[in-house]
DNA sequence: CCGCGAATGCAATCAATTTGCATCAAGCCG
DNA sequence: CGGCTTGATGCAAATTGATTGCATTCGCGG
């Protein structure tokens, strides 16, 4: 799986030719507002609302809609993952990112209840007790984890 | 009904005058819309979504508004608490109810993918490893915990 | 039983999305 | 390399759910 240097936090380069076979492989024609978008998946490692996509992109003269549909769409390819953090917002999250990509794999979120930051924790693991009259997916682990609190800043 | 024998008690059946004392108690005034919102808070024990309520006391004659402005109103007082579960709707859990209601301290919840259905995990218990690079308050246990998978039912 | 202010019903407003549609451009073919 | 076909985009209108304004009604202390 991990290669040796694979841990390190240091963000592949999203290449440019890359992120177009990924987008071209999922059926979906390489254009410059999608190119921005997945770039900029592939650049931050929280997920991101509509909105800060929005914000970030949005100077770059892309329309509110052209960002959302692009966004429904990678997440209809299953590139990215549409969820709700508990905050009633919309993030959006790489999962199959261009290869090489870390941060694939399903991991627990931590969102502050203050500030609404979102932290991920890809090494987090939980053990769970008293799992009776649980369904039966929580003792197998097939399941999404997340956590709200105060984040350090805030607390 | 499951008799798990476990730690429930058995609900206590909502009385008229607790409920209008809980309500007393915190400024607001009886009134049969909150009465009612308040009833169905004590009888059911996951968190409802405005929309379910609506349609649970709808047939009664109130008004949409009349629930939501409750909601909010018993929220604001602490009897309930707000949450979105993470799946973008807001719901509504009783956290202060009459004495010696149940069901009062801060629990994990499940939510179904699904079905969305949510169910309560007053029993279970975590134990995190590797928390490095968490915040703080994750190693104290000082967090809400959210589980999403699917249910019994829709696995 | 009366009066004041909170609570309610109804409709209007707001905000966040989502959709319709004409236009433009990416990918494909000759 | 220049069209051609169809998906993608921009702009604006349509939706949907959440909130708020306001006149009326009702709870409840006096």
New binding site residues.
């Given amino acids: 799986m991990k290669h040796a240097s694979a841990v390190a936090p240091l963000p592949s380069p999203p290449s440019l030719a890359a992120l177009?076979d990924l987008?071209?492989s999922s059926?979906?024609?390489?254009?410059?507002?999608?190119l921005a978008?997945l770039g900029y998946l592939h650049e931050t490692h929280t997920p991101n609302?509509?909105?800060q996509m929005f914000d970030a992109l949005g100077d770059?003269?892309?329309?509110?809609?052209?960002?959302?549909?692009?966004?429904?769409?990678l997440a209809e390819a299953g590139i990215v993952r549409r969820t709700d953090l508990g905050d009633?917002?919309?993030r959006f999250e790489l999962v199959r990112g261009v290869a090489g990509s870390r941060h694939t794999e399903e991991h627990p979120h931590f969102v502050c209840l203050d500030c609404g930051g979102v932290v991920c924790l890809p090494g987090l693991s939980l053990e769970l007790h008293g799992t009776g009259g649980a369904p039966r997916s929580v003792g197998e682990k097939k399941i999404t984890v997340q956590l709200k609190g105060l984040c350090d800043n805030c607390s």
Same sequence: chains 1, 2.
């Fill in positions: 177009q987008l071209r059926g979906l024609r390489s254009t410059a507002a999608r978008v609302s509509h909105a770059r003269g892309f329309d509110r809609a052209t960002i959302y549909r692009n966004l429904m769409d009633h917002v919309w």
